[in-house]
């Protein structure tokens, strides 16, 4: 048996069922110039390094270690000397090689050639792009999810950056939310995996990363970024927390906070969930850094009264690093002689900065050389790597008589939309004098999978390839008219998605209805491609169109794995990591609600409900298609009592009923029956993605710990109560075959 990966060991710790397919090792490091990996050390290696930060300190003067706790952007403010002045402990949105070098000559000529770290928001890509961390969670493989992060680190790594400003693993059930696309959705127990699996990914790549952000900020009121949040304790680590501390047992270097206010608090001010909690109780070892001068941003929050208090109280809470504010490098050495600040406080920021700086192995390193940029830019490797993750990213939601994979019969393709006719360029190399990594159309691959005796034909549609406004839609609906089938790609693109890109209305925006509306007014079989970065409302038009693909910004091979999906070179295998709802007025939807005293059970008026709209979601959490036929039976547990200390086991056979070879995610769910308080109907404790041939059998095993069926109480205790628990199997939240399981003292 391999060695378990470092993410599985660390999610082991606070889950405990975990994925049988989580046990294949990490992949290889391909040969060419391998990343330095980045770790904390142990043992006398780090005793060590406390030694050596202790000599540091004692040669630095204020301002140097003032300067250690700046983190400075590239902009018209910044200055190049300012590091070789001891300003700046670390710079971000450096992307050019020679800068990056410049910087780092600049940091061995400062008078105790203490190192920067070099920093940028390497999400998911840096010249090849991965899917959107939403679309990884997709593919329910925490395997594809940590090979994704080694390449987007791999890549930044090789222009010089050594820092990411991710996992992003925020908590949300709120589709509205436009940061929807950088987390892994809505559920606790797969985000939790899965942001173990990312961080471990940047570090085998060769990055340090930044738990973020700390902490609530995916439950901003109404969907709106940066809005308030009010959280209870018991939701709070149930459900907010976990995340983050599989992220700190796999080894996350820094935790940067959240830009929004909790309870009433802002999360850059709050002393006891970052100095008390996150450093105290967690026992975090690495540095907090604000989030984009969120340390200015207390003053509107109304909790500071000028930048000097704002410094006092981001400072004091524990807040090690400013980004961007100015505040740090203004006021807090005036603050430390005027004795409103301790010097000791700031020599303990200071040692941690340090800390992170020196198990990076950033003293020791060898200076960047910026050729590494043109050779390891944009590989075969990373784009292979890149089609292998968005292939299992596909989400198939619907395919009426099996329309899907297209038939020889079809002799014409009429592709619809500008987003399936467009190539894609990303940000980073653009500007840079860097290879760049550019997307293949949608049409081009489906021409070339189709072959030349099947005529492929295209019509953008819209005025742009944002997709922003109409176009020549009577063109559009022509070409669709003309062919067998129509395939049209909808949705977000360009500067519709992420920070600052709130929805209040989920619906496709109306030009883009009314051109999908004329073309299946053509009567021709209509495919839906959903390119967005969340869940949208597709009820419209899901009765109309005889299929529909989900994808969650699938990256530099997106369009050929969609290609491959729709010619059956690829049997989808993608599930959904948040709920569909039928209307934007259902969200917040997602699966693991509290139950009621008046559940829905007849329609009756006084039940829970709307007058308007079903309760139920269009589709459920962990729902997704295949071309086969997936069929679960034969569920058993090894005994119908557990205690407390033990191990809830059982198996299901899965049967691939008809169809192709193909891969179904085994899903488990659990209720606690009666509890001191409401539990939710089910909550997802294990999953496993099971590759099964045609007409074959295979069973399923899996194993929850009893210890991860408790909750958190209102005072922040742990609780695991004894009494009886359904067990659910299936493909999906909804799932049915079910047994039952009595938790003994």
Same mark, same amino acid.
């Given at each position: ?10 999610a ?8 049988a ?17 980045r ?5 006398e290696?780090?005793a060590?390094?406390e030694?050596r930060?202790?000599?540091?300190l ?5 301002e ?14 910044f200055?190049?000397?300012?590091v ?6 670390a ?31 390497a ?17 329910f493989n ?5 090979l ?12 010089g950056?050594?820092?990411t400003?991710a ?15 950088e %987390? +892994? !959705?809505? $559920?606790?127990?797969l985000a939790?995996i899965?942001?173990? *699996? ?5 570090h &085998?790549? =060769? ?5 973020k952000?700390?902490i609530g900020?995916?439950?901003a009121e ?5 809005n ?5 304790v018991s ?14 047992a796999?080894g996350a ?10 309870n009433?608090i ?11 909690v996150?450093?105290?109780q ?6 907090v850094v ?10 509107a ?14 400072? %004091? +809470? !524990?807040i $090690?690093?400013d980004m961007?504010?100015?505040l740090y490098? *203004?006021?807090?050495a005036q603050l430390? &002689?005027? =004795? ?6 700031v020599?303990?920021?200071?040692r941690r900065v ?10 020791e390193?060898a200076?960047?050389?910026p ?13 292979e790597a890149?089609l ?9 939601l ?12 079809v ?7 500008s ?28 021409q070339?999978?189709? !072959?030349?005796?099947?005529?492929v034909?295209?019509a953008?549609?819209? *005025?742009t ?5 109409a ?16 395939v049209?790609?909808?949705g977000e ?7 600052g ?9 109306a030009h ?5 509306d ?8 209509v495919?839906?491609i959903?390119?967005t970065?969340?869940?949208f409302v ?14 969650f910004?699938?990256?530099?091979e ?10 059956g070179r690829?049997?989808p295998s ?10 934007t ?8 609600r509290?139950p ?7 329609n009756?008026?006084?039940e ?5 709209e ?11 298609l ?14 119908p ?7 809830v086991?059982g198996?299901?056979r ?5 169809g192709?070879a ?10 606690q029956r ?6 939710p109907?089910r909550?997802?404790?294990h ?8 007409g074959?059998s ?5 194993r929850i710990?009893v210890?991860a ?36 003292e």
């Amino acid at each position: 048996m391999p060695a378990s990966p470092r993410w599985l060991l660390a999610a082991a710790l606070l889950l405990g069922s975990l994925p049988a397919l989580a046990q294949t090792p990490a992949p290889p490091v391909p040969a060419g110039s391998p990343p330095v990996p980045r770790a904390w050390k142990t043992g006398e290696e780090a005793a060590a390094i406390e030694r050596r930060i202790d000599a540091l300190l004692a040669q630095m003067t204020l301002e140097e270690k003032v300067g250690q706790l700046n983190l400075w952007g590239r902009g018209d403010e910044f200055r190049m000397e300012w590091v070789e002045e001891g300003r700046t402990g670390a710079v971000m949105n450096f992307v050019t090689p020679s800068e990056i070098r410049a910087i780092q000559l600049r940091a061995a000529r400062s008078r105790l050639r203490i190192p920067a770290i070099i920093a940028l928001d390497a999400i998911n890509g840096f010249a090849t792009y991965m899917p959107q961390p939403l679309g990884q969670a997709a593919t329910f493989n925490p395997r594809l999810v940590e090979l994704a992060s080694y390449w987007s680190a791999r890549e930044a790594r090789a222009v010089g950056i050594n820092w990411t400003f991710a996992p992003m693993i925020d908590m949300t059930r709120d589709a509205r939310w436009g940061r929807v696309m950088e %987390g +892994a !959705g809505e $559920d606790v127990h797969l985000a939790s995996i899965l942001a173990a *699996a990312r961080t471990v990914g940047y570090h &085998r790549g =060769g990055l340090a990363t930044s738990a973020k952000h700390y902490i609530g900020y995916g439950e901003a009121e109404g969907g709106r970024d940066y809005n308030s949040v009010w959280i209870p304790v018991s939701k709070l680590w149930d459900y907010h927390m976990p995340p983050f501390q599989a992220s700190l047992a796999a080894g996350a270097f820094t935790v940067m906070t959240s830009l929004s206010a909790m309870n009433g608090i802002a999360s850059t001010a709050d002393r006891h969930l970052v100095a008390e909690v996150l450093k105290g109780q967690l026992g975090f070892r690495g540095f907090v850094v604000s989030d984009f001068e969120s340390v200015k941003e207390l003053i509107a929050h109304g909790q500071a009264a000028d930048g000097p208090d704002a410094v006092r109280r981001a400072f %004091g +809470a !524990g807040i $090690d690093m400013d980004m961007m504010a100015g505040l740090y490098d *203004a006021h807090l050495a005036q603050l430390v &002689r005027s =004795g409103a600040i301790s010097e000791a406080a700031v020599n303990e920021s200071v040692r941690r900065v340090l800390r992170v700086k020196l198990h990076m192995g950033l003293f020791e390193e060898a200076p960047y050389d910026p050729a590494l940029a043109q050779r390891d830019l944009g590989t075969a490797e990373a784009r292979e790597a890149s089609l292998e993750i968005a292939r299992e990213a596909v989400i198939l939601l619907k395919n009426d008589n099996a329309i899907l994979p297209l038939k020889p019969a079809v002799r014409s393709v009429a592709v619809i939309g500008s987003l399936a006719t467009h190539q894609e360029d990303w940000q980073y190399t653009e500007n840079a004098g860097l290879p760049r990594v550019i997307s293949p159309r949608l049409t081009d691959q489906l021409q070339t999978l189709l !072959g030349s005796g099947v005529g492929v034909s295209a019509a953008a549609g819209f *005025a742009t390839h944002c997709s922003l406004a109409a176009g020549d839609t009577a063109g559009a609906v022509a070409t669709a008219r003309a062919a067998d089938v129509a395939v049209v790609m909808l949705g977000e693109d360009c500067e519709q998605y992420g920070e600052g890109t709130s929805r209040a209305h989920l619906d496709l925006p109306a030009h883009q209805q009314a051109l999908l509306d004329a073309v299946i007014a053509t009567g021709k079989p209509v495919v839906v491609i959903m390119h967005t970065s969340r869940p949208f409302v597709l009820t419209r038009f899901i009765d109309r169109v005889a299929a529909v693909i989900q994808a969650f910004h699938l990256g530099t091979e997106g369009r050929t794995a969609i290609a491959e999906v729709l010619t059956g070179r690829t049997n989808p295998s993608g599930k959904l990591p948040m709920t569909f709802p039928r209307a934007t007025g259902q969200v917040p939807i997602y699966y693991d609600r509290l139950p009621t005293g008046r559940p829905r059970v007849k329609n009756f008026r006084y039940e829970t409900g709307y007058l308007d709209e079903s309760m139920e979601p269009l589709f459920p959490f962990g729902f997704g298609l295949s071309f086969s036929r997936f069929t679960f039976d034969q569920l058993t547990l090894s005994s119908p009592t557990v205690p407390r200390s033990g191990t809830v086991a059982g198996s299901v056979r899965l049967t691939n009923a008809a169809g192709p070879a193909g891969q179904e995610v085994v899903q488990v769910y659990v209720r606690q029956r009666v509890g001191q308080r409401s539990r939710p109907v089910r909550q997802l404790k294990h999953f496993e993605k099971v590759a099964v041939a045609a007409g074959a059998s295979q069973t399923v095993t899996f194993r929850i710990p009893v210890q991860a069926l408790g909750y958190h109480d209102d005072a922040g205790r742990y609780v695991v109560e004894p009494g009886e628990y359904d067990i659910f199997v299936g493909g999906d939240s909804n799932a049915t075959l079910a047994a039952r399981v009595t938790v003994t003292e």
